[in-house]
């Protein structure tokens, strides 16, 4: 098994009814990288269960991470983690994943998020950011978007807000339809098969296999 | 019976696990009948850091006989697999590899690394 940790919430942050920011301070400063995620185990049963978190957070913070996450009806992750009171004690795994930007792309870079799945791509921005020479376009299809003002204000970004259901459209009508160029690369994140969508979208107009990075929850 | 051996490029024991596919899902992780659910159900642990949801590259396992036993690989599985270390032509990720044939005779090895990307520039 991996080595386990353990963080002490320190600090809720409520973005509407059903989603929520939870700050842990942890018990030794964690590395990682832009994008990647948690393993939270979850007392369920009796037992423990695995619920993966990206964590919201900046790496440069090492000695906190921030989750951000929708209630799940139902779901034993999200309602343990909603329940859990200012101090209470989170263990955990990790860091896990391998959808990650470590650098600012050399081409001009394309962040597709859809809902919390603006999650990963807040850590990816900030550092992207800090060293960006081509543009870094942020497409957020939320009604609740979370850190808007904070990613919008980052050098280099540039932020457009849309309605869920029009993502694909609007991908299409942006970096399909609109030039021949090929060159961007494009990093997809969000819940259910939209992601997989936009992923054959882009692939299938010719973008490169590996320049569509996804994470799909 | 299908049977599926496990060998650990770590050195545990290996493992021998008969099983009937038809009788999964053997615990709540990966997909049904998938090496990673028959090896959880019988008490022989791979890692799984996304809970089994081909968000990671954690149980990736080496097949070494019987590939043709197991489903074959979809574009999200190939994409993870991209990432993985120590990537072979018979890489499969445990959580998304489902044996099929309730006769099969499947040989694995867990590798000795699993993916876990760290910047080493930031503290």
Known sequence: MADERHGRLEAVTDHGQETRSLVFALDAPLRFAPGQFVSCLIPHDGARIVRPYTIASNPEESERIELLLDRVPGGPGSGWLFALPLGGQLAFTGPWGVFTLERAPDAEAVFVAIGTGIAPIRPMLHRASSSATRPLRLLYATTNPVYRDELAALPGVTLELIPPAGVVDAVRARWVDADADRSRRFFLCGVGGVVPRLRDLLRGAGYERRAVQYERW | ?123
């Open chain 2, 1 to 123: 019976m299908a049977k599926l051996t496990v060998r650990h490029e770590r050195g545990e024991p290996e493992q021998l696990i008969e099983f009937d596919p038809r009788a999964a899902p053997f615990q709540h992780d990966g997909r049904p009948a998938s090496i990673l659910d028959v090896m959880l159900g019988h008490g022989a642990f791979l890692e799984h850091a996304c809970g089994g949801s081909c968000a990671c590259t954690t149980c990736h396992v080496v097949v070494r006989e019987g590939a043709a036993a197991l489903s074959p690989a979809e574009e999200n599985e190939e994409d993870m697999l991209d990432r993985a270390v120590g990537l072979t032509p018979t890489s499969r990720l445990g959580c998304q590899a489902v044996v099929e044939d309730p006769d099969a005779e499947i040989v694995v090895v867990v590798p000795r690394h699993t993916v876990n990307l760290v910047s080493g520039t930031h503290g």
